[in-house]
């Protein structure tokens, strides 16, 4: 008891004195605060060792599907735009410039959005790397939001973290994809649909507008990556190989083969003023 109570014969007198010396509650400490935040927030603990792991995770295969409904709306595009008689190479470059818009808009368009609004709170930020933590600017990204859209994000950042935490540098290209090269492979996809409708499919705006987006793509990769290689890669995860060959190697180099083969067939319609495709032009050769 404190000895100050000592002189103080009456119960109600020491009570007084009591909540007279206790400090006023703008000076007591609060009780800390649970803070909400996403479930994932970091690269995963456990990588997974196998596909068969990684497809036990929801979001993962929610993911994957919704990457599959795009694919396969290109596909139905196709069926109905394009005549039953259309030949299979166009087909196929229809359905890839399709594809191709349809995850600049949905997925690219997402995770700009969130880049540049969901913004990290200071708890969120604590459970970061230290050269997540240490960034001059403010954080914000995909980690920071429970969206749908962002946790498909969430997924692809386990392997890479910039696409988690809004790098500016990826925001900035993403950003170009989302209002020029969307809307490109669109251009493309109606063109060819246009000109086989009207029995036109040598009419050339189409390929070029191919070679100019394939071109930028193929750069659009290389700065996506090459300056990360250059600082020794601190934000991608390769010591794990479903991160490194699907993640990383597989979904990224399908924007490596595509822009380089619309890059050849561009190339050889151009080159021919437009007079038929490369096959044809090798059997008038022959």
Not at 147 to 163: E, G, H, S
Not at 192 to 216: I, N, Q, S
Not at 267 to 272: A, K, W
Request: net charge positive; with cysteine.
């Amino acid at each position: 008891m404190d000895k100050r109570l000592y002189g103080l014969t009456s119960p109600s007198l020491q009570h007084l004195y009591l909540k007279a010396s206790r400090p006023p509650p703008s000076c007591q400490t609060p009780a800390p605060r649970t803070i909400r935040t996403p479930a994932l927030m970091t690269a995963t603990a456990s990588p997974p060792a196998s596909v068969s792991a990684l497809l036990t995770d929801r979001v993962t295969v929610l993911s994957l599907g919704l990457t599959a409904a795009l694919l396969l709306a290109a596909y139905a595009a196709s069926r109905v735009s394009l005549a039953r008689t259309t030949r299979a190479k166009t087909r196929a470059i229809f359905i890839w410039h399709l594809f191709d818009a349809l995850v600049h808009f949905v997925l690219e368009g997402a995770f700009v959005y969130h880049s540049l609004f969901s913004a990290a709170t200071p708890a969120q930020l604590a459970q970061q790397p230290a050269h997540v933590r240490a960034l001059p600017y403010r954080v914000a990204g995909t980690l920071f939001s429970d969206a749908p859209l962002a946790r498909l994000w969430q997924v692809y950042a386990q392997a890479d973290l910039r696409w988690g935490v809004g790098e500016p540098n990826i925001v900035a290209m993403e950003l170009l994809t989302v209002l020029g090269a969307g809307p490109a492979a669109a251009a493309v996809a109606y063109l060819l649909a246009r000109d086989e409708r009207r029995g036109d499919p040598r009419a050339r705006a189409k390929w070029f507008c191919m070679v100019v987006l394939a071109t930028a793509e193929l750069y659009g990769g290389f700065m996506t990556f090459a300056p990360e290689w250059i600082v020794g890669s601190p934000n991608l995860v390769t010591s794990n190989w479903v991160y490194k060959w699907l993640y990383l190697f597989f979904f990224n180099t399908l924007w490596v083969w595509f822009p380089a083969w619309m890059l050849y067939e561009g190339y050889c319609e151009l080159v021919s003023g437009g007079g038929g495709s490369a096959e044809e032009e090798e059997k008038k050769k022959a």
